[in-house]
Each structure stands twice: as structure tokens, then as C-alpha cells.
């Protein structure tokens, strides 16, 4: 560890009193924006954010959102952080009540159905985001990835908890286990949000009971992890679609 430096004497003299209100003040200003920047981006995405919708939505003035982010950019990563820190309460942390291994995954994929039923009316931001941002660059690409990739890198510690507790097989890959829950929940959004499948709820817990069941026995066969890119299938690009006029 480094030495520390003894701090200054600017550094320890304590806030004015008015000082503290206005910063207080500040804060909750800026929650309650967000909040509305969060409502907003669920009904038309992170890319539908700007600073002059976000005024219109909070009666506030374009110069006074704008003092709290200093550009749309930081807005929508504000938004993303936001997202993710309340998703990160309500699927994650709710979940570590229960005992590790298939009780805490189930409560998991529970809490994670829940936050996604919540949102078939407004949409997800993990998943909205993706669509919106899967094929640019830049920081607010980059926050949104980290976030998933984060709650990826949690979904797959608890599959390895499992592993560890014996009631998933030691033999299977995680990655897969976990690629297969997080690819359930994208079929519910798809087929609820967009099809209007009545049934898509009691299909993701079904086919989450049959990857229970599917892992945990010993005999299952082990599936092969990639080992890398050359390996991987290569994937077709999509080209943009073109809007036809009506006629052709």
C-alpha cells in the first residue's frame, strides 16, 4: 500500500450549512431527472433521450437539465446506471437471501422473470439498448455492455455455486447453462412484447425447469465451450433493411 498524503486544511473544514442544502438540493433535483429520463427511455429508447424532451417531461428548463449532465451522452449513461443499479436491487441482491446453488439461481430466474413481466408494457433497457447500440461505438455502447456483462458474469458464478452444492453436473459448462436461462428470457420478451403470446411466461419457467433438469444429473455429456473465434460459426451479417414504397 502507498503512503497517504495528510490532508489539506481546505479539504477538512466542513461544509456551510447552506452550502450542504444547495448540494442536497442539487442531488434530489438530479434523482427525480433521471427517474423521468428513466420512464422516458423504457417507452422510447436511450436514443429517443434528449435534453429538450427530458425538460418538456419535467417541466423544467433545457438550461437546467442540461447543468446536471452537460450532454446527451451523459444522460443516457446516467440512465443506463440507474437501470442497472434497480435491476441489480430487485434480480441480484434479492436473490442472495436464498442458500447458494438451485435455490438462489431459481430465485434468480424468478425475480428476473418478474423485472421482465413488469416491462413488457414499456420495454427493457438491456435488451432495447442492444438493438439500438449493437452495432456502433462509444461510451454509452460501453456502458450498457458492462452492465449486462456484469449480470452475465452473476448469472454464471451462481450456475458454478450449483455446480459446487452437486445438484448441477460438475461436467457441464456454465457458459452454456447460463447462455441457455439468458436466451429464455429474451424468447419471453420477443414472444410476449412482440407476439402477444399469452402462454410465453409459463413456457420460460417450463423450459427453465428442463435445463434443471437437462444439468442435473451426472451423465450428462459435457458440451464443448468455444475455444475461440476461428472455431466459432461465422455469422451472416443482416444488411440494413430498405424501406420499399408501397407498391413494389
Known amino acids: 500500500m502507498t503512503d497517504r498524503k495528510p490532508p489539506s486544511k481546505v479539504q ?54 442540461f447543468a446536471h449532465f452537460g450532454s446527451r451522452e451523459e444522460l443516457q449513461i446516467s440512465v443506463i446506471r440507474e437501470y442497472h443499479d434497480r435491476f441489480e436491487a430487485e434480480v441480484f441482491y434479492a436473490a442472495m ?50 452492465s449486462v456483462s456484469t449480470w452475465q458474469t452473476a448469472l454464471r458464478r451462481a450456475v458454478e ?12 459448462d456454465a457458459h452454456q447453462i447460463a447462455f441457455e436461462i439468458h436466451g429464455l428470457i429474451l424468447a419471453l420478451h420477443y414472444e410476449a412484447r412482440f407476439l402477444r403470446n399469452p402462454t410465453a411466461a409459463d413456457r420460460a419457467r417450463q423450459g427453465f425447469q428442463h435445463i434443471l433438469a437437462r444439468y442435473a444429473g451426472t451423465g450428462i455429456p459435457p458440451v464443448p465451450a468455444p475455444t475461440g473465434a476461428a472455431k466459432s460459426p461465422k455469422l451472416m451479417a443482416v444488411p440494413k433493411a430498405r424501406r420499399k414504397p408501397v407498391n413494389d
Open 161 to 172: 455455486l450449483a455446480q459446487d452444492e452437486g445438484q448441477l453436473s460438475r461436467a457441464s
Open 97 to 146: 437471501q436464498k442458500p447458494r446453488g438451485v435455490p438462489r439461481l431459481q430465485a434468480m430466474f424468478d425475480n428476473w422473470m418478474v423485472q421482465t413481466s413488469a416491462e413488457i408494457d414499456s420495454g427493457c433497457i438491456y435488451i432495447s439498448g442492444a438493438v439500438e447500440f449493437d452495432d456502433r461505438t462509444g461510451p454509452v455502447r460501453d456502458a450498457l455492455a458492462s
Open 12 to 65: 477538512s473544514l466542513p461544509v456551510p450549512e447552506a452550502g450542504r442544502r444547495v448540494l442536497i438540493k442539487g442531488q434530489q433535483t438530479k434523482a427525480v431527472i433521471i427517474d423521468a429520463a428513466l420512464g422516458l427511455a423504457s417507452q422510447i429508447g436511450l436514443e429517443g433521450l434528449s435534453i429538450g424532451a427530458l425538460a418538456e417531461v419535467t417541466g423544467m428548463s433545457k438550461s437546467g437539465v
